[in-house]
């Protein structure tokens, strides 16, 4: 395998920490939105054709959840067009693509983790167009990679824990919702993984990465407050009501239960989970550091 990798997204959570975390094998360039609109095909395909790199890791996407439904035709040209205008240029220039996508392509019926074959439903316009780019990547690529994640955070932009930090500091009581249950996935670990994989040219198709183990957002807030206070992050912990979805309406419905089966991931790539909990406390521990 070649070692030039370029990556879309620089200026993301993944982004920044795919940045941090090249390895020393790897001569990676790195290309923000503000340098590459991925849904501009023939921008695209200029990069694509003066980079040469071997690897592509795509890394852009529209993360807005609930302002995708007002923002439709965005969301769609982001995540759906882009990853398909990063495939045909892959195709051409034979280069390998790895695409990040999300558990929202689930509808979150299920009851126990959906493997990468489960079949997809998406409830809402982001998970739509990020099927539509799962789609316009394998129509365009067979054999590229797509790896599948959900709830991320770092240290980096704006994501629920820093928000629960945020709001933990100001207030004496909280509300979180205690019937979606997923995984949190600091980005760092996602990162790592990532690169594990370009590291095994022979993967293809669909892989999950989450951290492991299982959690209502409810928890993930408990966890963060004592894991923060514990760090001397927080003075003082509010309560945390646990309420349930009907009482938090937002624009965008989200899946219930989108737990990832990563069985097949972990044997891939040859390694065990880690579980979200320690890596929750290692992000919050560099956060303290910064």
Known sequence: MGNKVLVTGANGQLGQELRRTVPDSVQATFVSRAELDISDAAAVATVVSQ????????????????KAESEAALATAINGEGPGNLAAACARSGARLVHVSTDFVFDGSASRPYLPNAPTSPLGEYGRSKLAGELAVQAALPSALIVRTAWVYSTFGNNFVKTMLRLMAEREELAVVVDQ???PTWARGL?????????RPQLQGLL?????GVCSWYDFAQAIAEEAQALGLLAHVPRI???NTEAYPTPAQRPAFSVLDKASTWEALDTDGVHWRVQLRAMLQELKES
Do not use: C, E, F, S
């Open 191 to 199: 990162a790592d993984a990532l690169w594990q994989a370009v590291a």
């Open 208 to 212: 999950h990465w989450t951290d492991a």
């Open 51 to 66: 980079q040469q790199a071997d690897v592509l890791i795509n890394a852009a996407a529209y993360t807005a959840v609930d």
């Open 241 to 243: 009501r646990p309420i």
């Open 181 to 183: 249950v997923g995984t």
